[in-house]
C-alpha cells in the first residue's frame, strides 16, 4: 500500500510540474553567452546550449560553425509558465542582441551566428513580428533576425553547456574581447 501511494504521488507531482513548464528557442550568437542572459531571469528554470534551424541531424559543433549543416547556435530556454512567459523571455532575447546585425553577433560571424525567434505556435509568431515592428519604429532601421518556426532541438556537446560557469575567467575574457557589452549598451541603453 505505501509504495502505491508513493508512485501515485510520484505520477501526480510530474505531472503538475510538467504542465507548468514550457520551452522557448532563440539563437542570439553565441549560446554561452545567451545561456546567462536567460539563466537570471526569475522563472527559467534551465538553459541547454544546441542547434536548431537546420537540416542536419545531430549535428556537432564543427557542422554548425564551419560546415553547411544550415543549423543556428541556439539556446532552448526551460521555464515555468506560472513565473514568467514567453513575452517575458523575447524582451530579454532582444536586449542581449544586435538586431541590425546581418553577419552574426558582435565577434562572432557567419550564417550560424545570425540571430533567429523560433516559433512554436501562431501567438508566438504574433508576439515576434509585433515586437520587431516596435523595435523598427523605435530604431528607424531595419530588423535582421530570422523568424523561424521552431522544428527540432539537439543539444550541443557537453563541453559547450554551462559554460559560462564552468570556465568563468575563459568565458569572461571572450565576452569582453567580442565587445558584446559595449555593443549591447550602445543600442539598448534605455531600456
Not at 507531482?13 to 545561456?35: P, R
Not at 543556428?72 to 542581449?96: C, G, H
Not at 550564417?111 to 528607424?140: C, G, H, M, P, T
Not at 530570422?146 to 568563468?168: G, R, T
Request: charge should be negative; charged fraction near 25%.
Amino acid at each position: 500500500m505505501i509504495k502505491f501511494i508513493f508512485v501515485l504521488t510520484l505520477i501526480i507531482n510530474t505531472s503538475a510540474v510538467s504542465k507548468e513548464f514550457n520551452k522557448a528557442y532563440f539563437g542570439g550568437g553565441c549560446f554561452w553567452c545567451m545561456e546567462e542572459s536567460f539563466e537570471k531571469v526569475e522563472g527559467v528554470i534551465e538553459v541547454i546550449s544546441g542547434y536548431s534551424g537546420g537540416k542536419t541531424n545531430n549535428p556537432t559543433y564543427r557542422e554548425v560553425t564551419y560546415g553547411d549543416s544550415g543549423h543556428f547556435e541556439t539556446v532552448e530556454v526551460i521555464f515555468d509558465n506560472s513565473k514568467t512567459d514567453y513575452e517575458t523571455l523575447l524582451k530579454v532575447f532582444w536586449v542581449n542582441i544586435d538586431p541590425f546585425d546581418a553577419l552574426g553577433q558582435f565577434c562572432d560571424k557567419g550564417y550560424s551566428y545570425r540571430s533567429v525567434a523560433f516559433y512554436q505556435n501562431e501567438n508566438q509568431k504574433k508576439l515576434i513580428d509585433n515586437s520587431i515592428l516596435s523595435i523598427e519604429k523605435k530604431f528607424n532601421q531595419e530588423v535582421v533576425t530570422y523568424v523561424k518556426e521552431f522544428k527540432q532541438f539537439y543539444k550541443a556537446e557537453d563541453n559547450h553547456q554551462n559554460y559560462y560557469n564552468e570556465n568563468f575567467i575563459n568565458y569572461l575574457l571572450y565576452k569582453n574581447a567580442c565587445g558584446r557589452d559595449n555593443r549591447l549598451n550602445k543600442i539598448w541603453k534605455n531600456e
